[in-house]
């Protein structure tokens, strides 16, 4: 099965090879048009849309959002100069790519940062945690103080079932109680993926792994 690309994509040396039984491919275009534009204008002060109930965790959307069918994990070619192991998020294409060596990655879906929340650079993984807690940082309290400032792990918390922590800095790559965001920029610059997905991840990366985040 092969699937379009982006222009980075074929800067990366992307595409699809064969997604294996358990990773079965839909027939979602993720280079198709989303209206994705649209759906920035009105983001929550940190990247979750609709207001929120006192559990701070799903949100109650104010209005009904559109469904988003999943985005299939598949393993692809991948010709990019980057060890197995090593992480690269391409911010563009709303995808993470797990290098798997031999000329192939593993690539998911992500959620990124919504505009004038992105960033690019090269870091590692310092820390892994299981449902984690969240605490919110002071610029996230200063923007909504109605936030919690502590909240434990839980199906409710908006880190969702793993969460992958990236160097000194306030960024994640984290599961997400709100999948329909997945393929968005809505985050205030994490890297979110459905909770399956962060999952799969989870047991695959190495504390001390690369993470190359690409515009």
Not at 5 to 17: F, I, N, S
Not at 30 to 47: H, K, L, M, R, V
Not at 87 to 111: H, K, M, P
């Amino acid at each position: 099965m092969k699937t379009s690309v982006t222009a980075l994509g074929a800067l990366l040396g992307v595409a699809v090879l064969a997604a294996t039984p358990a990773l079965a491919a839909s027939s979602y275009d993720p280079f198709g048009t989303d209206n994705a534009d649209e759906y920035y204008s009105d983001q929550g002060q940190y990247g979750y849309q609709g207001t929120y109930a006192p559990g701070y965790g799903q949100g109650v959307q104010a209005a009904p959002q559109a469904q988003v069918q999943p985005i299939p994990r598949e393993v692809v070619a991948f010709n990019a100069p980057y060890a197995p192991g090593t992480i690269v998020v391409s911010t563009a294409e709303r995808r993470l790519y797990f290098v798997l060596g031999n000329g192939q990655a593993l690539r998911y879906g992500v959620g990124v940062g919504r505009p004038g929340f992105s960033w690019s650079g090269t870091n590692k993984i310092t820390a892994k945690r299981e449902w984690p807690s969240w605490t919110p940082p002071k610029a996230m309290i200063a923007r909504r103080p109605d936030l919690p400032r502590y909240m434990a792990g839980g199906i409710e918390n908006p880190l969702g079932a793993r969460a992958m922590y990236i160097g000194s800095t306030e960024y994640r790559i984290h599961g997400s109680n709100e999948p329909d965001t997945i393929g968005q920029a809505v985050s205030s610059g994490c890297i979110r993926m459905t909770n399956d997905d962060v999952t799969d991840l989870y047991e695959r990366v190495k504390v001390g792994a690369k993470v190359v985040v690409l515009n």
